[in-house]
């Protein structure tokens, strides 16, 4: 298949982050079209009319969103390094602990980070701690959750790469992943940022903290009506 | 326990019977299941039980129920069922369904097998089930539709959960779980694509070979898990306003569903597939949303309820599936637990 690849996202999203990752560890060209999300494309409208949101991949005439749906097409429609394990058992793993890194991990996290000081927010850290030594768990010594190459969790969970960051902006004094407490979290953390096909996707720090910059107000009310969910 | 209520028109007769199914419950839960009868068992309602012995569980629940024998016309029992048979249509037929399904417990030759799938000294499928949840429903209909066996062990939810579910599920302890010689899979979709990757030989596939095809499906498929469950619960679970707002999401949902359908047979074009199979056991809770939001399916989206109707003709989609009368009794049943008073 040759026809042109086209990514729809915003630069500094953590979910348009994994379409491009995935994209690069299949060696895909592809073109990088940044939305202005405040003022959407008519492009991204049309083909995402359920959700309108970023990264959507289009590839021909073919539409694809979710950004996991994303990488999983990525995986089946191009050739290079598989990113899903061929073992079944391995592959239902790799999506059922995806699934927890979303939900449990970088949803709460989020929750975590957005809430103002208070009981609420000292629970989601907590709650994200228990999750987070779950994910640390199943690295399992590994260099990544995919084994010796990054694979579909690997890309699922990047979000938590550049937390560190993100506490920055949120005014949080220490790390929620501290060395200690997850030393081989920190580690997949090196990895996967100066991994050679992952780096030319990774945002800078200056990136990231410009996509979040104009967001404060917004990320903490919307942390406030997740609160219940 | 069920509590029986007397009439005082009963006759002689169904005194006897209802004494026999006193004793015949009793004989069960202790395990002294002897007796044996055979019957005529044409034009009457059957509600028969799978009896079965995985007593390692406590219901904290208190199944508050009448047992209504009147119409009973015969009770035929053996190891694995019990089977009550009645004329006419009891007045809480479903009500029957609930007690027994949730309280008889038997048949230590089936534990052992079970226990011996479990440990993955025999190569079956075994799925931990709960049977009004749709997202088990997923993977019995997937299961069935494939024609692979899988032997369903009903699990305490509202109570304390058994230990072999929380060893199987230590991260979210629910169910669906699937075992496979011994191996956990959890979470439906994920066991979806184990069944479409463990089992690539066996037809019907339920996803297409076609990476966007696969991609349409994964993305509606999550689009379903994302809304019609959560907000259905907040539909029957809140009130006034929050009601309200459920209500207008749940038709949000459905008007999306509808409009994706299209005029197509299924989800996925001709075929039944995998986002058909994410969402028919939900379409057994449509009963109560309608119930709950005052709508109705078939006025506001007759494409979706016919398509409905046309997956509920698939034998396995029509064996499966709870009533939704059994549906909206349980919602009556968790309301209770939760303390909500309509």
Redesign the interface.
């Given at each position: 298949m040759n026809e042109p690849v086209k990514l729809l996202g915003s630069f500094g999203s953590p979910f348009t982050h994994r379409a491009e990752a995935a994209l690069r560890l299949k060696g895909v060209a592809y073109e990088f079209i940044q939305e202005d999300l405040g003022n959407k494309s008519e492009l991204l409208l049309r083909h995402n009319p359920v959700h309108k949101k970023v990264p959507l991949l289009l590839h021909g005439d073919r539409a694809v969103a979710e950004s996991l749906v994303i990488v999983e097409y990525v995986d089946e429609a191009f050739q290079g390094p598989p990113l899903l394990p061929s073992d079944p058992l391995a592959r239902a793993a790799a999506r059922f602990w995806a699934q927890f890194a979303v939900d449990r991990c970088l949803r709460t996290l989020f929750k975590a980070l957005w809430t103002p000081d208070g009981e609420a927010r000292r629970g989601f850290v907590a709650e994200t701690k228990e999750n987070l030594a779950l994910m640390e768990a199943q690295l399992e010594g590994r260099r990544f959750f995919g084994g010796d190459e990054i694979g579909y969790l690997d890309i699922a969970a990047s979000g938590l790469a550049w937390l560190t960051v993100l506490e920055e902006l949120a005014g949080v004094e220490r790390s929620m992943i501290g060395e200690e407490e997850f030393p081989a979290l920190c580690r997949w953390r090196g990895e996967y940022t100066s991994h050679e096909a992952v780096k030319a996707c990774l945002p800078s720090r200056d990136q990231i903290v410009a996509f979040y910059a104009g967001m404060k107000e917004r990320l903490v009310l919307l942390a406030k009506s997740m609160q219940k969910k | 326990m069920a509590a029986v209520e007397w009439s005082s028109t009963r006759r002689a007769f169904e005194v006897a019977w209802l004494a026999l199914v006193a004793l015949l419950v009793a004989a069960v839960l202790d395990d002294e299941l002897t007796r044996e009868r055979t019957g005529e068992m044409r034009g009457v309602l059957v509600v028969s039980v799978a009896v079965d012995d995985t007593r390692d569980s406590r219901s904290g629940v208190k199944f508050d129920v009448n047992l209504d024998l009147s119409g009973m016309v015969d009770i035929v029992s053996d190891q694995n069922t019990l089977c009550l048979a009645y004329k006419a249509e009891p007045s809480s037929a479903a009500s029957v369904h609930t007690v027994l399904h949730s309280v008889i417990h038997t048949q230590k030759e089936r534990k052992k097998e079970l226990q011996r799938m479990v440990a993955g000294e025999e190569k079956g499928l075994v799925l931990l089930d709960f049977w009004v949840s749709p997202f088990a429903q997923r993977c019995r209909i997937a299961l069935a539709e494939k024609g692979l066996a899988c032997e369903s062990v009903e699990q305490e939810l509202l109570g304390e959960k058994g230990e072999l579910l929380l060893r199987s599920n230590p991260?979210h302890k629910k169910v669906p779980v699937l075992l496979?010689a011994g191996?956990a899979?959890?979470?439906s979709l994920?066991?979806l694509?184990?069944i479409e990757?463990?089992f690539p030989e066996v037809a019907p596939r339920l996803l297409s070979a076609d990476?966007?095809a696969?991609?349409h499906a994964?993305?509606w498929a999550?689009?379903v898990d994302k809304t019609v469950y959560g907000i259905g619960t907040r539909l029957w679970k809140l009130k006034g306003e929050g009601r309200a707002a459920a209500r207008a999401e749940m038709l949000e949902t459905l008007r999306?569903l509808d409009g994706e359908l299209g005029g197509k047979a299924f989800f996925g074009g001709e075929a039944f597939g995998f986002v058909d199979v994410a969402l028919i056991p939900l379409t057994s809770w449509f009963y109560s949303y309608e119930e709950h939001g005052g709508f109705s399916v078939q006025e506001e989206f007759p494409r979706l309820a016919e398509w409905a109707r046309r997956c509920g003709e698939r034998e396995s989609v029509a064996k499966i599936l709870t009533r939704p009368e059994d549906v909206l009794d349980f919602i009556g049943l968790l309301k209770k637990c939760y303390g909500i008073v309509e």
């Open positions: - | 991260v496979h191996r899979v959890c979470e994920v066991i694509e184990y990757d463990a990476p966007l696969r991609a994964r993305f999550d689009y999306t």
